[in-house]
């Protein structure tokens, strides 16, 4: 297993015009980071410094050229692109979501080509980042067609665990994607995820309703009754400890989610605003379900506060926490399942 500090985690820089390179800079100007992990940021350095420079912070940066030039124990800046980039704090420029798609792709590939062990993304503008070449509503349904598995949206923050049945699609289209097949596949990447990437080896997994009051036996309603409740039963009685649907306003009012190490909610706003409402701003987003790991933090571009220098960085700086730990989870988990302890019976 590598040493803490040998553990490469790639950045992909996001809107540069938002908060995204502040908040990675305000992570890694703490020096005991670089005990924990070496970062490599997908971006120019000449950028990067006339950021630092902007923002009053003394980050120290290396620049490098090719990423067999990491330095560990350095906070390596990648350089992507050679030009400079004309930046406007605060403002929605399609020319720099150019930049972050070319961070993000660049990132993405060095981690499939296992030149970084984890991606920490930085927040992007879903509108500005559409072209020609990336036609993906965001980081994970491009993550979802480049690496090997079936992506899943994940919050977390501590114990408190969110994943979406879907995320980025419109509410009136929720119940059309509604199928046996996705709910099976969503609860059983909950459940691998619970176990090798936390350590969670018997998971309780809930999953909340799609319709208020859980359809009031088919009168708000008949999708929970009919799709959502045989196939939480089948896979209960196959030995996966699922429960629901619950009626997703009292499961969170009454707290009902400390009972259970994840919740399934069916649409993004419905996961969402509890966990955002509960985590305080030190939630991550994390693409479960894949054979690499990429985090986020939990926010966006936060154009409003960009370039003021007051961005809190907690988010981000979880996110690199929350990626390094998974990454150590996964790889305990993998050699245990190399090496799994003989019962006496198989002894004898």
């Known amino acids: 297993m590598k040493k803490a500090e040998n553990i490469i985690v790639g950045i992909s820089i996001g809107d540069l015009n938002g908060i995204g390179s502040e908040v990675v800079l305000k992570t890694f100007d703490d020096s005991r980071m670089l005990e924990l992990c070496t970062p490599v940021i997908f971006a120019n350095v000449k950028v990067m410094s006339f950021i630092k ?11 490098i050229d090719h990423i067999d030039q990491i330095v560990l124990g350095k906070v ?55 072209s020609d070449e990336f036609k993906f509503p965001g980081h994970t349904d491009y993550l979802d067609k480049e690496l090997e598995g079936n992506a899943l949206m994940l919050m977390v923050q501590d114990n408190l665990r969110v994943g979406l049945l879907t995320d980025h699609i419109p509410v009136n289209d929720v119940a ?49 009754d009919e799709i959502v409740k045989p196939v939480i039963k089948k896979l209960f009685e196959k030995g996966t400890l699922v429960f629901g649907p619950f009626a997703a306003d009292g499961f969170f009012g009454n707290s009902q989610y400390e009972k259970y190490d994840a ?7 419905q996961g969402l605003i509890p966990f955002k409402t509960l985590s305080f701003g030190g939630g ?65």
């Not at 420079?53 to 620049?63: F, S, W």
């Open 53 to 63: 420079k902007a923002l009053e912070l003394e980050t120290p940066l290396h620049g």
């Open 76 to 130: 390596n800046v990648l350089n992507i692109w050679r030009e400079g980039v004309d930046l406007n704090f605060g403002t929605n420029d399609s020319a720099v979501g150019k930049y972050a798609i070319q961070s993000f792709v660049a990132a993405t590939k060095a981690l499939k080509e296992n030149q970084i062990d984890v991606l920490v993304t930085a927040p992007i503008n879903k509108y500005n980042i559409q």
């Open 176 to 224: 059309k994607h509604l199928t046996d097949k996705l709910i099976v596949q969503k609860i059983e990447t909950i459940k691998q995820t619970l176990i090798q990437d936390f350590g969670i080896n018997k998971p309780k997994i809930a999953v909340l309703a799609l319709n208020p009051h859980a359809g009031d036996n088919g009168v708000i309603g008949k999708e929970d």
């Open 263 to 269: 919740v399934l909610a069916i649409y993004h706003d």
């Open 284 to 348: 991550v987003n994390y693409t479960a379900g894949l054979n690499k790991i990429r985090t986020s933090p939990d926010h966006g571009t936060a154009y409003e506060i960009a370039g003021k220098g007051v961005a809190d960085y907690n988010s981000f700086k979880e996110a690199v926490y929350t990626a390094i730990d998974i990454y150590n989870s996964r790889n305990q988990h993998l050699e245990i399942s190399k090496n799994p302890m003989k019962t006496k019976e198989k002894q004898s």
